[in-house]
């Protein structure tokens, strides 16, 4: 058995290739395959810090242990976990190779290992992908990138905000919402603002702070009204 050998990054074998993938538009060439050792979860050390959440589902464990291995260079991992999601969006024969379980595991490991090659994904991802592949996981990958994506933030001090109004906002609007909401985030946390658009809002606002969310759309206090009148007068 190799799996000491392949987590410390030893010597592949070299085979027939199996499958394509492209990330920003640019072909990532035909992959090779690396002979592929017998990976178990217990193989994966996990000796760093925990993340400042926890998450006990079997996703939230796996994140929790990469989150772990990787807790001194966060930033790198990060950035090579959010690529391989955009290749998964991007890519939908990428996507394939990823979550269907039937595909055969040396070759899903020969376009894994050829891609972060290229891509120079950092090694921590490279092992945690083929502990994955052993454990018949791949295809909970989306949303175990989407926990450590979490695990992240909340180590950065990053909170996300959503603001959601029937109409586009202004520059200025969106400004002001923006100051409204720092005041209600933890002191010294950084809001990651998105803004949406929903005609069915009518009119007001829907905020989601974290996991927090403030409705103020009319359709809201309209339907809250609505039940008001509709309710039996005593």
């Known amino acids: 058995r190799l ?24 072909t990532l060439g035909r992959l090779v395959t690396p002979a592929t050792p017998s990976l178990g979860i217990r193989t994966f050390a996990a000796v760093g810090q925990k993340p400042k959440v926890e998450d006990g589902t079997l996703e939230g464990r796996y994140a929790t242990a990469l989150f772990m291995a ?24 990428f996507r394939l190779m990823v979550e269907t379980p039937g595909i055969d595991p040396d070759s899903k490991t020969v376009a894994l290992e050829a891609i972060c090659s290229q891509t120079k994904t950092d090694q921590a991802v490279v092992n945690f992908l083929k502990v994955l592949i052993e454990n018949k ?9 989407e926990l450590f994506e979490g695990f992240y933030r909340a180590e950065k001090g990053l909170v ?21 909401m720092e005041q209600r985030a933890e002191a010294g946390a950084t809001l990651l603002m998105e803004y949406k658009t929903n005609p069915a809002l009518l009119g007001g606002l829907v905020v989601k702070l974290g996991d927090a969310i403030l409705d103020q759309s009319v359709s809201t206090r309209l339907e809250r009204l609505t039940t008001q009148l509709m309710a039996p007068v005593s």
């Open 3 to 26: 799996a000491a050998h392949a987590f410390a990054g030893g010597t592949a074998i070299a085979r027939a290739p199996a499958i394509t993938s492209s990330r920003g538009g640019q």
């Open 70 to 93: 990787s807790s001194d260079r966060l930033d790198k991992v990060y950035e090579d976990l959010v690529g391989l999601r955009d290749m998964m969006q991007e890519s939908n024969e």
């Open 137 to 145: 996981r791949m295809h909970k990958l989306a949303k175990m990138i």
């Open 160 to 180: 996300a905000c959503e603001v959601t109004s029937a109409e586009p906002l202004s520059s200025v609007q969106q400004a002001r919402v923006k100051a409204a």
